[in-house]
Structure formats: structure tokens, C-alpha cells
């Protein structure tokens, strides 16, 4: 079962994390060992189904519940008097703050997902409004019966691995560095599997193996869009994977300088991040490292080509299982990400696709360049 592989990247990641598939009445059980005499805090996301459900088997704990609207602060939540020892989220923002609770009251958490989706439950610090802020690891993660579905978003968030994967493998061999990209190829490979458990699996395994990894390209974008509005994984997927899989093909300019100051305003602009923050992740390479950026990419071409063929054969099964689970093309979310792509590189330090192609002067590299 992919549960074990959960359990080992906990075990190695030093997280603490109860991780469970089972009822919810086995969730409200472990937090009364932990927490016996205690109230609770129940926090769910707008458009959580299992209020009622999670609230009815959390009645020992005589639960004060708060409704999580998208961007809301934190705030009510600390009104609660110091009797309340324990939080419940339920969904994505929901889980964040409910770790948020626990971090700053010191107190216990347990998580419950509304999907197959472990998102909010590992990151190492809060999201928005509390961006930065260091979490506690969460107590128990449990997944009801009713989370485990075979949901076309979790899908496509748990295959952006697939992109994160490429990413540090380009890196590993134009810049020499070590790179293991075997965490991320199991995930995508999980993304792909029959099921609600093994789609939970996926995104369990990805927010572990992003605990320790540099920023990555498309990723980055993924999440500066999708706070900025709808940006479904699915249409940055399906815009990125293309390009990755186009970029072996591509002919380096000789004698290219990127315009890197242009390109950081942009970024800064489309992206929300701070300049400064984008030029603590440039490493601009001198000539001779230019020059060998284009001898590696002429004399690995092949192997390029041959990872390429891999990735489209990866995306085109993954479009399948999309859309007959039910999965939206999201258009116009797609053009957006298609927008974005040249100036992706800018939120990575990695010598990723995007980046690779901004150096060497390739058309996706997007300014128009400076030459000499």
C-alpha cells in the first residue's frame, strides 16, 4: 500500500504526523488521548461538506466552529478562552489554521482533508494571511471514506511533480550539481495511479519531498497565480509540459545577454514577489559558463530528446485520466499560464527549462534580449 511510502518519508523527515485513513470517529478517539479534558476548535473551509458530520463526532469536545473564508485572517480564532486545547481543520485552509491554532497556543491538532489532498497539512510555515510563520507538525492527519475520491485537481497538482522532477534533472546536467529526482518521479507516478488513496499518497509524498528542495519553476508559478486567482494545476500543466518537452529541439543564439533587470521588473510585476527576492535567486554565469551551457545542451541533445518523449507520454495519460474523471479544460486559465511561462525562471534558482532557454537565447526566453 502507498500509505507505507507515507509513513517512511514521515520517519525520515523527522514529521511526528499520525497519517490515517479512517472514520472520523477514529480521528475524535486519538484527540481525546491527547487531549482529554480540552475543548476544540473546529475550523472548515467554505465549501466543506463534512461539517456537520466532523462536528457531530468531535461532540465530547463540546467544538466551537469557525467557517474559513478565502483570505480570511486568523484572528476570531483567538478569542476562545485557554480551555480550548485542540483544533480541527477540515480542508485545505482549514488545516493550515488549524495548525496556526495549535503553533501559537501550544495545544493539539488533528487534520481532515475534503479531498484526496495533503495540502495545508505539511508546509513547514502558514500561508496567507500569515505567510512566514513557522507551524507545528499536526498531531493527527486522518482521511475519512468520503476524501478518498478519484478527484481531477488533486490529479493535476500531484503531476506538477512530474515538471519539478524535469526541473532538477536539467539542473543536475548542465550545472553539475548532485540532484535526486527519484521523491518527485514517484509522485508523478502515484498521480497517475487508479484512486482516491493513491491520489492522497501523491500529495502526501509531494509536500515532504518540497520540504527540502529549492524553489522550482513552474511550481513557483503555480502558486504566485493561484493566489492571485483561478489557476487551475491542470491548465499550468498542460501549459508548461509542451514547452518542457519542446526545449531539446531549440537552437541556442550565440553571443546571447539576457536583459536580467528587465526580466526581474517584469517578474516582480506578474508574479506579486518582491525584486529583491528574485535577485537573491539569480546566479548570472560568466562567459565561459555560458559557453559551456551551449556545449552540454548540443552534446546532450539526445538524452534530452529522449527525457522529452517521456514527459509528452507522461502528459497525454494524464490528460485521459483528467477529463474522464471529470476534469475542465480551463482555457483562459491556460493562456494565462502560457503568459507566464518565459518569465517562470525568475522564481527559481534552478538551471530549469525556462532558465536554460533564457540563457541560451531560445524563443521562449521571452524580453528581447540584449546582444553583443
Do not use: W
Not at 483544533?87 to 493550515?96: D, K, L, P, T
Not at 517562470?344 to 531560445?362: D, I, K, N, T, V
Amino acid at each position: 500500500m502507498c500509505i507505507s511510502a507515507v509513513e517512511r518519508a514521515l520517519q525520515r523527515g523527522g514529521v511526528p504526523t499520525n497519517f490515517l485513513l479512517a472514520p472520523l470517529r477514529e480521528g475524535a478517539r486519538l484527540l481525546s488521548a491527547l487531549c482529554p479534558h480540552g475543548r476544540a476548535a473546529l475550523i472548515y473551509d467554505e465549501e466543506c461538506t463534512l461539517a456537520e458530520e466532523v462536528r457531530a463526532a468531535l461532540a465530547p469536545f463540546r467544538p466551537a466552529c469557525f467557517r474559513l473564508e478565502e483570505g480570511a485572517p486568523y484572528t476570531p480564532l483567538f478569542g476562545l478562552d485557554d480551555t480550548f486545547r485542540a483544533a480541527v481543520g477540515v480542508g485545505e485552509r482549514g488545516m493550515a489554521a488549524a495548525r496556526f491554532f495549535a503553533t501559537v497556543r501550544g495545544g493539539f491538532s488533528l487534520l481532515i482533508p475534503l479531498r484526496p489532498s495533503a495540502r495545508g497539512a505539511f508546509e513547514r510555515s502558514a500561508p496567507p494571511p500569515c505567510a512566514g510563520y513557522p507551524l507545528k507538525e499536526a498531531d493527527i492527519f486522518l482521511a475519512p471514506p468520503a476524501s478518498l475520491f478519484d478527484c481531477p485537481r488533486s490529479r493535476a497538482e500531484a503531476a506538477l511533480a512530474a515538471l519539478c522532477a524535469e526541473e532538477l534533472r536539467g539542473d543536475a546536467l548542465f550545472s553539475g550539481r548532485e540532484r535526486d529526482a527519484s521523491a518527485f518521479d514517484e509522485v508523478a507516478a502515484l498521480a497517475l495511479g487508479a484512486g482516491g488513496e493513491e491520489l492522497l499518497c501523491a500529495s502526501a509524498l509531494f509536500a515532504l519531498a518540497l520540504r527540502g528542495a529549492p524553489p522550482f519553476a513552474a511550481l513557483g508559478t503555480y502558486e504566485c497565480l493561484r493566489r492571485q486567482g483561478n489557476m487551475p494545476a491542470f491548465a499550468l500543466f498542460s501549459a508548461f509540459s509542451p514547452h518542457y518537452c519542446a526545449f531539446p529541439a531549440g537552437e541556442p543564439r550565440p553571443f546571447f545577454v539576457p536583459d536580467y533587470a528587465a526580466r526581474i521588473r517584469a517578474s516582480a510585476r506578474l508574479f506579486g514577489v518582491p525584486e529583491r527576492d528574485l535577485y537573491a535567486r539569480l546566479r548570472v554565469p560568466r562567459g565561459t559558463e555560458s559557453f559551456a551551457l551551449s556545449q552540454v545542451f548540443l552534446e546532450c541533445r539526445p538524452a534530452l530528446l529522449r527525457r522529452a518523449q517521456l514527459l509528452d507520454a507522461y502528459t497525454k495519460k494524464l490528460s485521459r485520466l483528467y477529463f474522464a474523471a471529470g476534469g475542465a479544460a480551463h482555457r483562459a486559465a491556460r493562456i494565462a499560464a502560457e503568459g507566464a511561462y518565459a518569465l517562470s525562471a525568475e522564481l527559481s534558482p534552478l538551471l530549469s527549462p525556462p532558465a536554460l532557454a533564457r540563457e541560451l537565447g531560445m524563443p521562449a526566453a521571452g524580453l528581447t534580449p540584449q546582444t553583443g
